[in-house]
């Protein structure tokens, strides 16, 4: 028993020198990481969520034979306000690459149907040959242009798609303006030879070369003058 007992001493004052050099050695050569507290995990949390919160949705219908250069004015101007903007396609079947009028193909971020239902602070619509037209036919997208119009939110269009797709139906009526074409401002009703025409809640403009005018004229809208002005100077418009 008395040599079994020295043993075991021994053993422990082994054990206790070894864990003694381990404990030195991971002290000296492991860096402690401090953890992120809880309360600046929830600062970040909340300022990530108030950012998102305070976003303006836009949705943008396209089709094939949208007008590619409006597209991207008014989607990359509104994104640069801080907006997130969703494309929508209008094609049959959920198809999300369109065709544009000028031959580049985009692709959308949902098909059409998706975006019933959901609120948007403003619908802009691209004009275009026959893109125009294949907004028109769109019944969800109308639905949505109704329930816009209905409570008095921000709705827009330009180039052909004043005429086509919403003075067709009944969705602007006299002092806006459109594309200078010959059978498209006689679909309109006292059409207005403006860049930009803002009626309130229905903003109009006449095509590509006024696109980004009318992109930041609809930013105003959602988030004031002097927002507008400070991204038109960045953009050197």
Known sequence: MQTVHKLSMKTLAALTLLI???????????????PLSNSRFQNSFTTTALTMSSA???????????????????TDTLTRFGAEVVVASVKPGGELVCKMSRGVKMVADIPIDDATGQEWDLVALPGGMPGAEHLRDSAPLI???????????????????????????GLIGEGATCYPAPGLREKMTDPVDDDVADQGNVVTSKGPGTALKFAIALGGKLYGAEKAKAIADEMLV
């Not at 003694?20 to 401090?34: D, E, I, K, L, Q």
């Open 143 to 169: 639905s949505i242009l109704e329930k816009q119009k209905e409570s008095g939110k921000l709705y827009a269009a330009i180039c052909a798609a004043p005429a086509v797709a919403l003075a067709s139906k």
């Open 20 to 34: 003694g050099r381990t404990s030195a050695f991971t002290t000296n050569s492991v860096p402690r990481v401090a």
């Open 56 to 74: 303006k949705r836009v949705l943008v219908p396209i089709a094939d034979d949208s007008e590619e250069i409006e597209t991207t004015c008014i």
